[in-house]
């Protein structure tokens, strides 16, 4: 059973999370960027305007994939909120064809584009 001073922390801490435009990475590796729309006790989340994130380096590349998205809360790696201003600074958007050349490239480098954590 679940120590409920610990389940109304995290219902907290995903309350101050709601309409904001998060990035979650998912145990398979998957990179999903929405906004949170809400989640139970079970830390499930629904996210809104979803779009699968690749990256490849210090590219990325937003995918549209589903307009709501069911997450269960066992699947999520980490998440955190994303800030337009510093996303721009440190990533370079790039085009789906320009991605998954930097990706070839870095394989060809013996440079590993993605972490998948279900290898760990």
Request: hydrophobic share 35%; aromatic share 6%.
């Amino acid at each position: 059973m679940t120590d409920p001073f610990v389940e109304h922390a995290i219902q907290a801490s995903l309350m101050s999370f709601l309409d904001k435009k998060l990035l979650v990475i998912l145990r398979d590796g998957q990179n999903l960027v929405g906004t949170l729309r809400c989640f139970d006790q079970f830390s499930n989340i629904v996210l809104e305007n979803v779009s699968e994130r690749e990256t490849a380096g210090a590219l990325y590349c937003d995918t549209k994939v589903a307009g709501v998205y069911l997450i269960r809360g066992e699947n999520i790696v980490i998440f955190g909120d994303l800030d337009p201003t510093l996303e721009s600074s440190s990533m370079q958007k790039a085009s789906h064809n320009d991605l998954k050349k930097h990706e070839q490239k870095l394989k060809d480098q013996g440079i590993s584009p993605q972490k998948n954590f279900e290898d760990d």
